[in-house]
């Protein structure tokens, strides 16, 4: 009697483990079927909920400019955070913004983000500036220690950590999507001299690239050459 109840246990067991695992499984692909469709909603709603909240700070910032005519940087800078203030945050998705002078209105600044603004060929050339801007603290840093210029220099773009990786040789690199190292997205890279100076830099993502060379090897003279970055 005990044998027998000791197998109807063991069987009841099993078969719970095998519901247990179809249930999961079936879990599993329920998450995988929907899962590209939630990233497509999340990032259409991204997407608009930025568009959105850009206005409203390109509002303010017409609404100050209003009142006054002489608005300065830094004054225009305020109106940008205490719009970031009164909204939590301008891009949902954590995209940088940027205060850009602009050349079809009065108003001379525009706000872009790093990730949403429609102007594809700007938005590279302020993330390009951004990821230099770290890169090249990083290195001044490094050479004030006396270290050697690092392998890969880790930086934060659009609230996300990124790596610039050194090339011992610049390489010919130009778009994310069409590079000679075979990389695809985003992809940045840099090199520097015998002295540790910076006299190649490229920042390339799927549409435009940045490149960056010194004239001479002593980056005395500073050229910037490339589809998206020109200054």
Request: hydrophobic share 40%; charged share 25%.
């Amino acid at each position: 009697m005990k044998t027998k109840m000791r197998e109807k246990l063991h069987n009841r067991h099993g078969m719970n483990r095998m519901v247990a695992i179809v249930l999961v499984l079936v879990v599993v692909l329920i998450l995988a079927a929907i899962y590209p469709a939630y990233r497509l909603y999340k990032t259409r709603a991204d997407t608009l909920g930025c568009l959105a909240a850009m206005k409203k700070a390109q509002d303010m910032l017409d609404v100050e400019y209003l009142g006054n005519y002489r608005l300065t940087r830094e004054e225009a800078e305020v109106v940008v955070e205490r719009s970031k203030w009164e909204m939590d945050t301008v891009c949902p998705a954590g995209g940088d913004s940027y205060l850009v002078e602009r050349t079809d209105s009065e108003q001379i600044y525009r706000i872009v983000c790093g990730l949403h603004d429609e102007n594809t060929y700007e938005r590279t050339r302020l993330n390009a500036r951004t990821v230099y801007d770290q890169l090249k603290a990083e290195l001044f840093e490094a050479k004030r220690r006396g270290r050697e210029a690092p392998e890969t220099v880790t930086v934060t773009i659009n609230s996300r950590e990124f790596g610039v990786e050194r090339l011992d040789t610049p390489n010919d690199l130009h778009y994310g999507t069409a590079s000679s190292t075979g990389f695809k997205g985003t992809v940045s890279y840099y090199a520097v001299d015998g002295g540790g100076e910076l006299i190649w830099f490229v920042y390339a993502d799927p549409n435009h690239a940045a490149v960056w060379r010194a004239e001479d090897s002593s980056a005395v003279h500073i050229g910037w050459s490339g589809d998206a970055f020109a200054a």
